[in-house]
């Protein structure tokens, strides 16, 4: 089974300020992990995906994460926030089938 | 490309009323999902479809929940009679097959539903 726990379901930073969105996943298979963003009344649209290549995943708008096996993390960061990633964000994992498991989402706050 | 469409953006009905929800994906895209968001909380699939037959739908309650793709293409997604607690986002989403490996999923902008 597959599940995914993100820590903090809102985060604040200011502007420039470092972004961390904690996510960290159970599997019984390797797993495939992404992290999403949702917009106010959008869908999802994909950041980036792991998929057992580089532990390091670099994704769109200066975002990346790393893949950390012992730890079963898989942290989303950005060096310096914009007033533009203000919003929710998902982290999900997926074995086999195709089926994704989202986490409960973190609403991130970008302070002027 | 076009993106994942979908209709209505919103609807308002009355408890024990019926709804249904319309999808579009992705042109090629073989697998369709069906999610729903809650408010405050992560999507969580409904049902699945591998081009017209259904993958998976353990988490679809089939008293009231029905979803059909006929044509292997486009989707809907019906509730009769719909309940105050099925208030939510119903999300669309579509993802191609390939080879190997997990696919990323695109999503619609969903359907909002509001339960009166």
Redesign the interface.
Known sequence: AQSVTQLGSHVSVSEGALVLLRCNYSSSVPPYLFWYVQYPNQGLQLLLKYTSAATLVKGINGFEAEFKKSETSFHLTKPSAHMSDAAEYFCAVSGTGNQFYFGTGTSLTVIP | EAG?AQSPRYKIIEKRQSVAFWCNPISGHA?L?WYQQIL??????LI?FQNNGV??DSQLPKDRFSAERLKGVDSTLKIQPAKLEDSAVY?C?S?PTRLA??????????T?LTVL
């Open positions: 994942v697998t999902y405050g909380q992560g999507p969580k699939l699945q993958v998976d999300l989403a993802s490996g997990v696919n990323e999923q695109f999503f619609g902008p969903g909002r």
